[in-house]
């Protein structure tokens, strides 16, 4: 398996027609939406990402 530059994966998130930077936008949108309907009072959120996904 090929060593994959995750610096360079990465930069798609500064493009802003990258399909990673839309994915961010969504992903942002939604905790965005979530957060603004919460109860008042703490809230935690945990990072569910997996690594390289289905690539």
Do not use: K
């Not at 930069?11 to 990673?20: A, F, T, V, W």
């Amino acid at each position: 398996m090929a060593q994959r530059d995750w610096v360079e994966w990465h930069r798609d998130y500064d493009d802003p027609g990258s399909p990673l930077r839309r994915r961010l936008e969504l992903v942002q949108g939604h905790l965005r939406a979530e957060l603004d309907h919460a109860p008042a009072g703490n809230i935690r959120l945990i990072s569910l990402c997996a690594g390289q996904g289905g690539t």
